[in-house]
């Protein structure tokens, strides 16, 4: 589920909690970041099950309307596509999903939770797209899967309302959503079978090797602090190093963590991360700028031999 430029993200907030602080930790600082990576999963988790959480309350005014002193006719006999809606029945019958869901004690049961559920399904029963849903006069797994990823798309992670709830819960989840649990939501809706349990994504591609990747870019960025303001300082003779912005010298000492103890690393790959990430976390001019300290201490690094990278094209 999570890719290097998340966990790059990820350590970056790390390691400017841990220049901003007076009495940064380094390793309370290191757990903070696992503790941090961890909680996506549990957002992952909370999105997967609120599709549940929409067709209960749905249930629940059919159920009020049916027994209301005067029902209609519609409140006798309501449509209940929805309610049944095959994945929705599919994500509350998992064991799969509901030992994590029990494991980490997610839930929607406050009351903050249970208002965002009514104000969305209030949302959702004035949505053109489910008007059409519900009179399709259709029945299918296929036409209930693409509803269901609909809805999320619409009224979850395009959703001011369910953004500003995601905030609120949790310091470890803005710009979480849509950087890493929402592509991997939708790939677990569009691949759960008809037939047979759910498949969860994996926290990490490669456990051992992620964690180690993004423990390691944390501590040899702040362990060779010194080292690395001195080099970014020589290539910004016309700079104040302080004057600079903020991310953009955490970024530029990220990089060259990664591109001097990393090996397997491409230096390409490197200098692109980070020129992408400071699109969205400094300047508008930051892209430019990092990218022409880094080719220059790229240059010098080879020529002093401080970049060994094994491996065929990862000197590129």
Not at 63 to 88: A, H, Q, Y
Not at 296 to 312: C, P, T
């Amino acid at each position: 589920m999570l890719n290097r430029r998340y966990l790059r993200i990820k350590a970056m907030q790390s390691v400017y909690s841990f220049f901003q602080s007076e009495d940064a930790d380094m390793n309370l600082g290191e757990k903070d970041l696992l503790r941090s990576i961890d909680r996506t999963y549990d957002l992952y988790l909370t999105v997967l099950i609120f599709p549940c959480e929409l067709a209960d309350v749905a249930a629940n005014k059919m159920e009020i309307s049916r027994n209301k002193m005067l029902p209609t006719k519609e409140d006798l006999d309501p449509n209940l596509k929805f309610v049944n809606n095959r994945l929705i029945k599919k994500l509350k019958e998992s064991n799969v999903l509901g030992r994590e869901i029990n494991a980490r004690r997610i839930g929607w049961q406050t009351d903050q939770a249970i208002e965002i559920i009514r104000k969305t399904w209030e949302n959702i029963r004035g949505w053109d797209a489910y008007k059409v849903y519900m009179a399709s006069g259709e029945s299918s797994w296929q036409e209930d899967v693409e509803f269901v990823m609909d809805i999320f798309r619409k009224h979850m992670a395009d959703s001011d309302l369910f953004e500003q709830y995601i905030e609120e819960m949790s310091m470890h989840w803005p710009g979480d959503m849509n950087m890493a649990v929402a592509p991997a939501a939708l790939k677990t809706f569009e691949g759960i079978p008809e037939e047979g349990d759910i498949k969860l994504a994996p926290l990490y591609k490669d456990p051992e090797d992620d964690r180690k990747f993004v423990i390691d870019l944390y501590r040899k960025t702040i362990i060779d602090n010194e080292a690395s303001s001195k080099l970014i300082g020589d290539k910004t003779k016309n700079w104040e190093v302080d004057r600079i912005a903020v991310m953009d010298v955490i970024l530029m000492k990220m990089a060259i963590a990664e591109l001097t103890n990393f090996p397997s690393i491409p230096v390409k790959v490197t200098l692109n991360e980070y020129i992408e990430i400071s699109k969205t976390y400094s300047t508008p001019k930051s892209r430019q700028f990092i990218n022409g300290i880094l080719d220059k201490l790229v240059a010098d690094f080879r020529e002093q031999g401080l970049i060994n990278k094994s491996g065929r094209g990862l000197m590129e």
